[in-house]
């Protein structure tokens, strides 16, 4: 008959006391076996450096590479990009910073010398990225070091008392100590656990892959950092608008809005170019979903540098053109009614697609006509021209306001105006909006601002002779490009891959070890010790132990009980019972 003993809570387990020396002895022991089992850096008592440049120096690095140190770097960084969401910055809109600026006058200034409006690039936040760089590998590389160490090692060899340890079982056999040794190897080795023999027992250890995902974790978070760092000196990004029929040449000079890194150069743009043949979209026409896009898909003929082979592509959203570093993304979509521009004498001064800016989701726009040269008013004096231009693809007949975003029923509305454009003062001003400082109204009849609804084909006449805008029956189409170069993109893709497959084997693998040991008993009897331990409480330890005890119960099955009288007793020592 088999004994089976399960362990009680450490310090209820049952046996003769111990003195405190013995009692002490089997705490190292049992610290010894549970050695190793993580790489983690062992937190010692806060002490003062020694006196010296080297000492401070010593104790500096000791904090910062403290893993304490590296999760407070950590929760700083979000904290220090937190201003960088909630304040307009300057390399990202520009315009809105001087808004700020002459909306606050008492907070900007604070705001300049804090670096507040460039905060990803201002010196407090490099020092926290910089610093928690330097955590990071001082964290990692010892910590690589000794596990690279303990695999090149064997599992520590058996505690002197296997019945300390939290998960542990005991039953005497009659097979030979050397038998259950061999049995209990091979089975552990089939449940690929690492082991080997160590004196009268078998110490085996499983779980490597935990720690090799702490390390991973820790090792993708490195590439993260280098990655965005890189990304954000030289990444560069712009926006183009093309209408159908135009092109794009990939120069500093064609974007209508470009921002790049510190360390970005004109000479890193990838040499490319495309022309927009043709914009496809369209839309639901009912249900919940109407005027939902179905199909929102830009048509590009491209090439390569300067003499490539073209080639024909098709941009969808998501879905990029990409060339080299470059990826070429489709972010928007309006609509560019042609319009004719005439004079007095019927001389055409202005005469193209305008591209208008969407101003809700049924792509009501709005946009101007800046006539700047060529025109002369009926007396022959050379003025210029303005116009504004509100445009429905459907019009519904009430209000005005798109009723569908597809080119169901297109109405242009247009103002006039005429004088000075101010084109020529020397301050920019959006191609999208008139700057009406030096205009003037064209009035109608009953003395009010000149306006008319037009359909395709239909014309607008100014008063007393000063010419003519008609809309033409061609609407075309436009979309919006981004332009993009992140060189550190993929690297940034491939260190969060890393780090989220390392942490989940970090959670979810358990590093155990097992020790099985054999031993002839005092009346020649084998009695068999298996127990476990794991680096933290896992319940699939004990279970896993109980699997591993029944297979070897089953090779090294249980001997009787020497006080069991329904069993043949074990032969006392010098008996003549053969």
Not at 222 to 248: H, M, P, R, T, Y
Not at 370 to 383: F, I, L, P, Q, T
Not at 388 to 397: A, E, I, R
Request: charged share 20%; proline share 6%.
């Amino acid at each position: 008959m088999s004994k089976t003993t399960t362990s009680a809570p450490e310090g209820q387990e049952k046996g003769p006391e111990k003195g405190p020396e013995k009692g002490h002895d089997a705490d190292q022991d049992l610290g010894a076996a549970g050695s190793q089992l993580s790489t983690a850096p062992r937190e010692e008592a806060p002490h003062l450096p020694a006196l010296g440049v080297l000492g401070w120096i010593r104790w500096f690095w000791r904090q910062l590479t403290s893993m304490r140190v590296a999760l407070l770097l950590l929760l700083l960084l979000s904290l220090a990009a937190i201003p960088g969401s909630l304040i307009p910055q300057t390399g990202i809109d520009a315009t809105k910073v001087e808004d700020f600026r002459e909306q606050h006058s008492t907070l900007a200034p604070l705001y300049d010398k804090l670096g507040l409006f460039n905060v990803y690039s201002s010196v407090w936040f490099s020092a926290i990225y910089i610093l928690l760089f330097l955590s990071l590998i001082g964290c990692i590389v010892p910590r690589t070091w000794q596990f690279v160490g303990q695999l090149r090692g064997r599992p520590p060899a058996a505690p002197r008392r296997l019945t300390r340890l939290p998960a542990h079982t005991t039953w005497r056999t009659e097979a030979k100590p050397e038998e259950v040794r061999r049995a209990a190897l091979e089975i552990v080795k089939q449940r690929r656990f690492r082991a080997h023999v160590a004196g009268d027992a078998v110490a085996a250890e499983k779980g490597y892959l935990r720690e090799v995902g702490n390390l991973a974790f820790h090792i993708a978070l490195i590439v993260l950092l280098i990655a965005f760092g890189w990304g954000q000196l030289f990444k560069s990004e712009g926006n183009k608008l093309i209408v159908e029929g135009d092109g794009f040449a990939n120069i500093l000079s064609q974007y209508d809005d470009f921002k790049s890194g510190s360390l970005f150069h004109n000479d890193d743009l990838e040499p490319f170019s495309f022309d927009l043949e043709n914009f496809t979209g369209t839309y639901e026409t009912s249900g919940p979903n109407k005027g939902t896009p179905r199909t929102y898909q830009a048509e590009l003929t491209y090439s390569e540098g300067a003499y490539g082979e073209e080639r024909r592509t098709t941009v969808k959203v998501n879905e990029p053109l990409e060339i080299g570093d470059a990826k070429v993304y489709l972010v928007s979509h309006g609509y560019a009614p042609v319009v004719t521009v005439r004079d007095g004498k019927g001389k055409v001064v202005y005469q193209d697609a305008v591209p208008l800016l969407p101003l809700d989701g049924n792509v009501t726009s709005s946009g101007v006509v800046k006539v700047m040269d060529g025109y002369k008013d009926a007396r022959g004096k050379s003025e210029q021209l303005g116009f504004n231009l509100f445009f429905l693809p459907t019009y519904g007949g009430g209000t005005m306001l798109s009723q569908f975003p597809a080119l169901v029923n297109p109405m242009l509305a247009v103002s006039a105006y005429h004088g000075d454009l101010g084109v020529n003062s020397g301050i920019p001003q959006s191609v999208y909006q008139l700057d009406k400082t030096h205009l003037q109204e064209f009035k109608n009849d009953k003395g009010e601002l000149l306006k008319k609804q037009l359909k395709p084909g239909d014309t607008l006449t100014l008063p007393n002779g000063a010419g003519s805008i008609t809309f033409e029956r061609e609407v075309r189409e436009w979309a919006g490009f981004q332009v993009v170069q992140e060189p550190g993109g993929i690297w940034a893709l491939a260190g969060a891959v890393i780090a989220i497959l390392g942490l989940s084997g970090s959670l979810f693998i358990q590093r155990r070890r097992v020790w099985v040991r054999a031993t002839e008993g005092p009346d020649g009897v084998t009695v068999v010790e298996m127990a476990g331990l794991g680096r933290s409480e896992s319940a699939k330890l004990p279970e896993e132990l109980g699997e591993l005890a029944a297979i070897l119960y089953e090779k090294a099955p249980g001997a009787p009980d020497a006080d069991d009288p329904s069993e043949s007793p074990v032969p006392a020592e010098g008996s003549d019972h053969k």
